[in-house]
């Protein structure tokens, strides 16, 4: 007899009788408040997958030998809620979260899980803390699912115990401005072979150093270079567009290409979908090096530059630091005190515009 999945009927709730006061926009800081809630599911392998539960948010209880805390068998998923100017309260492609969340989850060795219920759970603890989702535009409700190995064994095998568990976070614009980028040459976030594709947390522990000591050089996020030829792959934790005319005179939105190094962003995909159906200029998944970027420069053909991700949606790039060498990265010419270039502003507003659903659009899904 097959074990039980996730079953969102079977959903309980035991609500606060604490609730937390609704921050101002001036208190979102990104990350730093929680709602009253989140949602709780185990599994084991012997039982399957229990009742999900939607309880206060609070400590977790975990074994110190847990699989999670001693091997990071870790993995997370980051979208949002948008609510509409008519009220109402919407998610932005969230099916895409859940296959990205199962795909780096049979990478560890996680349990399946059944994306769909596990969704409906997701929504209801939206509604159940719906109060939390800002009003304004440019503000939402960042959603964090968690997977993570819960068996207690330092045996070096698979965990036979997880959980998947979500809390919620009002959250308002992560760059309210543009960004400067240090370009490393010297250590690398991902590599072939390995697992830079998957959104596990391994893979960001790593890069803390590094990204805390650009940031007290001046500087907002890291550009991932790989191999000699200093191929440019992400941006910080954000997916790295480039805007230029290429060396063939053509008009180009290029971005690193999903070749197992890559992370499959859920706004990279976004973007490059809305900039195919306008038929405007050629759009391009391919390698781009540091060397092509600096003769664009000194040609100059280079238009723009952003990073993109669900957490800032999209952000210009006004300067790199390079080998020791500064380049100013053209944001709008028109426009010194621009925050985003007129590209990198035209797509964010389309992809705001259904995220709010301003833009009716089968990517945005009511809760």
């Keep these: 007899m097959a074990l039980p999945n996730i079953d969102a009927s079977k959903l309980t709730k035991t609500l606060t009788t604490h609730p937390k006061e609704v921050k101002g926009q001036k208190d979102m800081v990104f990350g730093k408040n929680f709602t009253d809630h989140m949602l709780c599911i185990k599994y084991t392998e012997e039982g399957g997958w229990g009742a999900p539960e939607i309880k206060p948010y609070g400590p977790l209880e975990i074994d110190p030998a847990s699989f999670a805390l001693n091997y990071s068998v870790q993995t997370f998923e980051g979208m949002k809620a948008y609510r509409s100017a008519n009220g109402t309260v919407n998610l932005f492609r969230p099916q895409k979260?859940?296959?990205?969340?199962?795909t780096s989850s049979r990478r560890i060795m996680l349990p399946e899980f059944d994306q769909e219920q596990f969704l409906q759970c997701i929504k209801e603890l939206v509604r159940v803390d719906e109060r939390f989702v800002p009003s304004d535009y440019g503000y939402s409700l960042y959603i964090r699912p968690n997977f993570i190995g819960t068996e207690g064994n330092l045996n070096l095998q698979y965990s036979r115990e997880a959980m998947l568990y979500?809390?919620?976070?009002?959250?308002?614009?992560?760059?309210?401005?543009?960004?400067?980028l240090h370009a490393n040459t010297k250590e690398v976030r991902a590599w072939p072979g390995g697992v830079g594709n998957y959104k596990l947390g391994g893979n960001y522990a790593p890069a803390l150093r590094p990204a805390m000591e650009v940031v007290s050089k001046g500087y907002d996020q890291i550009l991932w270079l790989l191999g000699d030829d200093h191929y440019v792959t992400e941006v910080g934790t954000m997916n790295f567009f480039i805007y230029w005319i290429n060396s063939d005179g053509e008009k180009e939105l290029v971005t690193a290409p999903l070749d197992g190094i890559i992370l499959p962003g859920v706004t990279r995909d976004s973007l490059l979908e809305l900039a195919r159906k306008w038929g405007e200029f050629k759009v391009s998944e391919r390698k781009v090096t540091m060397?092509?970027?600096l003769v664009a420069l000194e040609e100059n053909r280079m238009l723009e530059a952003f990073g993109a991700?669900?957490?800032?949606?999209?952000?210009s790039v006004s300067?790199?630091?390079?080998?020791?060498?500064?380049?100013?990265?053209p944001v709008d010419p028109s426009n010194p005190n621009a925050v985003f270039g007129p590209m990198t502003m035209r797509l964010r507003k389309e992809l705001l515009d259904i995220q709010y659903a301003k833009t009716p659009s089968p990517w945005s899904v009511p809760i």
């Design 97 to 102: 979260n859940m296959q990205r969340l199962s």
């Design 166 to 180: 979500v809390y919620l976070s009002p959250v308002g614009p992560y760059f309210p401005r543009t960004v400067k």
């Design 291 to 293: 060397p092509e970027i």
């Design 309 to 315: 991700g669900t957490a800032c949606v999209v952000c």
């Design 319 to 329: 300067e790199v630091l390079y080998n020791d060498k500064t380049y100013q990265i």
